[in-house]
């Protein structure tokens, strides 16, 4: 895991030392994607790296420069700082990017799509892609998700699994995770992001990030609290 310059700065959920790209996916639409993206951006914003954020898909939205989207979120998050966030396609209809594409009588690109993770590998010195829906959101016309793509990256990368804590959790990331597994190669960390509703059941909440440690004890979790990325005891960089 790396941390920044100032003691005070929070953890990056990544190893140390850090690849030039994180791919941060997600168990489901809504989980926390974007925060933990921007919460990365300005980390290393804040270490002096260059740094580029690229959102593949974009539903929900009909222009890559509405502010409303995910990329527009990242860069109002982290003003003042200059740094390229970027949208490959939008959809105006919030459903897959597969679905919304064919709606509209498009398609979505794997090979433009891995022309952008390349050229945007070469210029800065972190790069975060962002995910769209859950892991296995589709993309493309045989239902095929952005693994299809991030597998045939022949760079180094790191990716971050984001999810929740909470009652109901531990099935759909522990599929989330084997299936991440199976698929792609180089290093994975997960992050649990609270969600901002009452919790129903907080000894859950309390008792699954430990629970994902004793698991999986060769992957580090993280829990965001107090808009800090915090290493769970019992986590293998502990």
């Not at 000894?203 to 107090?226: H, K, Q, Y």
């Amino acid at each position: 895991m790396v941390s920044g310059k100032d003691p005070e700065s929070s953890l990056l959920p990544i190893p140390s030392p850090p690849p030039k790209a994180v791919f941060v996916l997600g168990t489901d639409t809504n989980v926390g994607k974007t925060l933990v993206s921007s919460s990365i951006v300005g980390i290393c914003l804040g270490m002096g790296m260059a740094v580029s954020y690229f959102k593949p898909a974009q539903t929900g939205v009909s222009s890559p420069d509405d502010p409303a989207g995910d990329a527009g979120l990242v860069l109002s998050q982290n003003r003042p700082h200059h740094f390229r966030a970027m949208t490959g396609y939008c959809f105006p209809d919030p459903i897959d990017p597969m679905t919304a594409a064919e709606r509209v009588g498009a398609l979505i690109s794997r090979t433009d799509l891995l022309q952008k993770f390349h050229s945007l590998y070469r210029e800065a010195d972190m790069t975060v892609i962002e995910g769209a829906g859950g892991v296995c959101s589709p993309f493309f016309p045989d239902g095929e998700g952005l693994l299809s793509v991030i597998k045939e990256v022949k760079w180094p990368f790191h990716t971050i699994l984001v999810s929740h804590p909470h009652i109901g959790t531990l099935s759909q990331t522990l599929l989330a995770v084997q299936y991440l597994r199976s698929r792609l190669t180089g290093t994975l960390s997960l992050v649990l992001v609270p969600r901002p509703i009452p919790d129903p059941n907080p000894l859950a909440s309390l008792l699954n990030p430990g629970t994902f440690c004793r698991i999986f004890p060769e992957i580090d979790v993280f829990v965001w609290e107090n808009k800090r990325f915090s290493l769970v005891s019992g986590s293998r960089e502990e």
